[in-house]
């Protein structure tokens, strides 16, 4: 092994997993997307519908790509609290600067070695397929709730990426699908029927996209106020999964914009404004 590639090896890189795969068009992941925007699943997030041509070409976020370093970073979950939100807001800081930060960190320490390379760090804020390119990379499968799962990190992942102009990737062996036939314990556990037949959810009914995006409310939030686990709890790829206790014990009804902005800016709740957490938490009630 080249020092290069010890450097992307798992036991060096401060990932909980990371594989690299070579460039090539993403035309079939693509086409799955054209073929759920048809069906309107995307609901309000026409960011979706304005970014569909562009996720399939790699080269739309990063022109030189060659290969793509695909990380994975585990968090873990969260016991049960009231008001709910998403496990990722418990875990830490904001998981987009938390990766994007050690992304930039692999980069300088491949560039110790080749001074040439240059990359792009993208952490769910760029117009690719993240999903696809880590099934292409060997680090897991598609489930029926349509989120990534990995054998032993089940899905409560976070994935990152690191584009780089020069291709270092080699063969990968792609996982084969691993749930259960006929398990539906995803799709049992989603109160709104979000998740369809097909590994994909309808967003227009999804809790996360409701709390989280710029989604209506036309359907209940069943007491969550941002994000939504419920498809992954009983999951058993992550059964083994750590359990914490919420770090976020917040009185939502009495905090203020300014303590909301100064609390949680540089946190995962940070995504969302101070006047759609008050209008989850209306709305959970109301429901």
Not at 109 to 124: L, S
Request: proline letters at 4%.
């Amino acid at each position: 092994m080249t020092n290069l590639m010890k450097i992307i090896d798992i036991s060096n890189s401060n990932f909980d997993d990371i594989a690299v795969v070579r460039y090539e068009m993403l035309d079939l992941e693509g086409e799955r997307l054209k073929c759920w925007l048809s069906r309107g699943m995307e609901g309000e997030l026409e960011y979706m519908r304005r970014s569909a041509d562009l996720r399939r070409d790699p080269r739309a976020v990063f022109a030189d790509v060659k290969s793509i370093i695909v990380t994975l970073t585990a968090i873990k979950k969260v016991k049960p609290h009231s008001p709910t939100l998403a496990a990722f807001a418990h875990n830490n800081p904001d998981y987009h600067i938390l990766i994007k930060n050690k992304l930039n960190l692999l980069l300088s320490n491949i560039r110790e070695i080749e001074p040439q390379i240059e990359g792009r760090a993208v952490v769910d804020s760029a117009p690719i397929f993240e999903k696809g390119l880590a099934v292409r990379a060997g680090l897991g499968w598609i489930g029926r709730n349509s989120l990534l799962i990995h054998p032993r990190l089940g899905s409560y992942t976070h994935i990152g990426l690191l584009l780089l102009n020069k291709d270092l990737s080699s063969e990968c062996q792609v996982i084969e699908d691993q749930c259960p036939k006929g398990c539906s314990i995803c799709k049992d556990n989603c109160p709104n029927g979000a998740i369809n037949g097909d590994r994909t959810v309808d967003c227009r009914k999804c809790i996360a996209a409701m709390t989280i995006e710029n989604c209506s409310d036309a359907y209940a939030l069943h007491n969550h106020i941002f994000g939504c686990d419920l498809c992954q709890q009983y999951c058993p790829y992550n059964s083994d999964i750590e359990e914490i206790e919420p770090t976020i014990k917040e009185d939502w009804s009495t905090i203020t914009k300014d303590s909301f902005r100064a609390k949680y800016r540089k946190t995962s709740l940070g995504r969302v404004s101070f006047e759609k957490i008050k209008n989850s938490l209306q709305c959970a009630k109301n429901q």
